[in-house]
């Protein structure tokens, strides 16, 4: 699907053991991970409040997903805490993002945003209408 390969390929049987034995004297259950060949997507209750978006939180916007890859935010600045309703994610641009924030540039390996072309081809009306949507979950 076009996607930035970098999670995937760091994510070894090494890391899912250490991260199963973690808690081993706890009450948690954490020996259920393990390597495999895709990502595991997580529910979208609560999709609003989850920018950025995509696995390495690549994309600051949901409305940017929606665009084609190439249109995405190319560097954003990750960290501050203030709700854009509109675009639905935190403020990702401006002096106080840059100032609050830490500069995010997807085009340093392992920051792609590329991929995940769902939703590109509607019209901007379907888009607006989905994002709505999304919203409300």
């Known amino acids: 699907i076009g996607t930035d390969r970098h999670?995937?390929?760091m994510w070894t049987?090494?890391?899912a053991d250490a991260y199963n034995e973690y808690a081993a004297d706890y009450e948690y259950d954490f020996d259920y991970?393990?390597?495999?060949?895709?990502y595991l997507s997580v529910s979208l209750d609560g999709l609003w409040l989850r920018a950025p978006y995509l696995h390495n939180g690549s994309v600051p916007y949901l409305e940017d997903l929606l665009e084609e890859p190439e249109n995405r935010t190319k560097v954003f600045y990750r960290g501050y805490d203030?709700?854009?309703q509109e675009k639905v994610g935190f403020v990702a641009e401006?002096?106080?993002a840059e100032k609050v924030?830490?500069?995010?540039?997807t085009s340093v390996q392992a920051n792609g945003?590329?991929?995940h072309l769902y939703g590109t081809?509607?019209?901007?009306?379907?888009k607006q209408a989905l994002v709505e949507y999304l919203k409300t979950l």
């Open 121 to 126: 081809d509607l019209s901007s009306e379907d």
């Open 82 to 84: 203030v709700y854009n």
């Open 13 to 15: 049987q090494e890391a």
């Open 7 to 9: 999670r995937l390929d």
């Open 101 to 105: 924030g830490f500069k995010y540039d």
């Open 33 to 38: 991970l393990r390597k495999t060949d895709g």
């Open 113 to 115: 945003n590329q991929g």
């Open 94 to 96: 401006g002096l106080e």
